[in-house]
């Protein structure tokens, strides 16, 4: 791997650990030695990303924020292109679509299974962490 690759693919693995992370303890639950445990990385390795807990769930939002409203803009795209006058009902539609809708391509694609849920923003609060992640407090 290139020195660029590598960096990116740390980035995702920690941002992909923080969302699971944060989206099954909250923030103030969450430590960085968990995320740096769920990701496979050195806790060094988070700072050098992200200055703090605080800067890694603000990337952890705007990632996620940045494909819903990817998302949003394909079908007002697809909407306003369409013959049939577009209606409030389609707008809101769009607007209020749930997470489960916008990101099921991306499950998919994750899990190879249409239906499954690996989004960790999808997680319901009840689920179990892995067991290394269990045990930290």
Same mark, same amino acid.
């Given at each position: 791997?290139?020195?660029?690759?590598?960096? @990116?693919?740390n980035?995702?693995?920690i @941002?992909?650990?923080?969302?699971?992370?944060?989206?099954?303890?909250?923030?103030?639950?969450?430590?960085?030695?968990?995320?740096?445990?769920?990701?496979?990385?050195?806790?060094?390795?988070?700072?050098?990303?992200?200055?703090?807990?605080?800067? @890694?769930?603000?990337?952890?939002f705007?990632?996620?924020?940045t494909?819903?409203?990817?998302?949003?803009?394909?079908?007002?795209?697809?909407?306003?292109?369409?013959?049939?006058?577009?209606?409030?009902?389609?707008?809101?539609?769009?607007?209020?679509?749930?997470?489960?809708?916008?990101?099921?391509?991306?499950?998919?694609?994750?899990?190879?299974?249409?239906?499954t849920?690996?989004?960790?923003?999808?997680?319901?609060?009840?689920?179990? @962490?892995?067991?290394?992640?269990?045990?930290?407090?």
């Amino acid at each position: 791997k290139l020195h660029g690759e590598a960096t @990116l693919s740390n980035q995702d693995a920690i @941002l992909d650990a923080a969302e699971r992370v944060f989206g099954v303890r909250g923030y103030d639950g969450t430590s960085m030695r968990e995320i740096a445990v769920l990701a496979g990385v050195a806790q060094a390795l988070l700072y050098y990303h992200f200055q703090n807990k605080e800067a @890694l769930y603000t990337a952890v939002f705007e990632r996620r924020s940045t494909k819903v409203n990817e998302y949003r803009r394909a079908q007002l795209v697809k909407l306003l292109q369409a013959k049939e006058g577009a209606g409030l009902e389609e707008l809101f539609g769009i607007i209020l679509a749930p997470y489960e809708q916008i990101f099921a391509e991306e499950r998919q694609e994750a899990s190879g299974e249409p239906g499954t849920s690996s989004d960790p923003i999808l997680i319901p609060l009840g689920i179990e @962490l892995p067991p290394e992640i269990r045990t930290l407090t």
